[in-house]
């Protein structure tokens, strides 16, 4: 298994624009979550899905940003508008059932100048 | 309020030495604490878990201890390598809901030949 795959790996934005950041989770795993991380407050859970469904979107910062899991191989995480407090890493990771392990891809760092 | 909290916030050691980091948590009801290695510009990396019951967990050169009466846990480091150099992050879980994972901010160790 090639994990769970984030990409783009970087992305620079100018403010204003829109972004996109994709996850591909482990095949069989129905728990999928985007995490943002930053110097200041480390890991922060934004949404998390289940079954594709979305469960808690509680942690997602404004309006500006949304995201889609249409089916169980793939989710988006999109910011529309994008202003430099945007800036960080953002993780994806995905669980299979029960209390098993989270299993984290190597991030999308943001830019947004 | 749940929370996790580790100590020192960065640690320098020189190749071949021992280390010990700390975290200690007020999150309850209580399931398991995980330890994380998270290497510059990757995703966080599982090292160990445990349960309640566990005491200590040893994974290779990595041994992480556990007292849940004092919600403390320890993650000692032997022998140090420079590849050792990474963020080390402490994520407790509760015992119900997926959304179930309080991550601390992390110790950010540098091991130096």
């Known amino acids: 298994d090639a994990g769970v795959i984030q990409s783009p790996r970087h992305e620079v934005t100018e403010m204003g624009q829109e972004v996109t950041l994709r996850c591909k989770p482990i095949?069989?795993?129905?728990?999928l979550f985007w995490y943002r991380q930053t110097m200041m407050r480390g890991l922060e859970l934004l949404i998390y899905?289940?079954?594709?469904?979305?469960?808690?979107d509680s942690g997602m910062p404004e309006d500006r940003f949304s995201a889609k899991m249409p089916n169980a191989s793939f989710s988006t995480l999109k910011i529309q508008p994008s202003e430099p407090r945007d800036s960080a890493v953002y993780f994806c990771?995905?669980?299979?059932?029960?209390?098993?392990?989270?299993?984290f891809g190597s991030g999308t760092r943001l830019t947004v100048v | 309020k749940n929370q996790v909290e580790q100590s020192p916030q960065s640690l320098i050691i020189l190749e071949g030495k021992n280390c010990t980091l700390q975290?200690?948590?007020?999150?309850?009801?209580?399931?398991?604490l995980r330890w994380y290695k998270q290497d510059t510009g990757r995703g966080p990396v599982s090292l160990t878990i445990?349960?309640?019951?566990?005491n200590t967990k040893s994974n290779g050169r990595y041994t992480a201890t556990l007292d849940a009466d004092t919600k403390q846990s320890s993650l000692h480091i032997t022998a140090s390598q420079l590849s050792d150099s990474a963020s080390y992050i402490c994520?407790?879980?509760?015992?119900?809901?997926?959304?179930?994972?309080?991550f601390g901010t992390g110790t950010r160790l540098t091991v130096i030949p």
């Open positions: 990771a995905s669980r299979g059932p029960g209390q098993g392990g989270y299993t």
């Open positions: 095949s069989g795993h129905d728990y």
């Open positions: 899905f289940n079954n594709n469904v979305p469960i808690d």
């Open positions: 975290c200690n948590y007020t999150v309850s009801p209580f399931s398991n």
């Open positions: 445990m349960t309640f019951s566990e």
């Open positions: 994520v407790v879980s509760l015992q119900t809901g997926a959304n179930n994972l309080f």
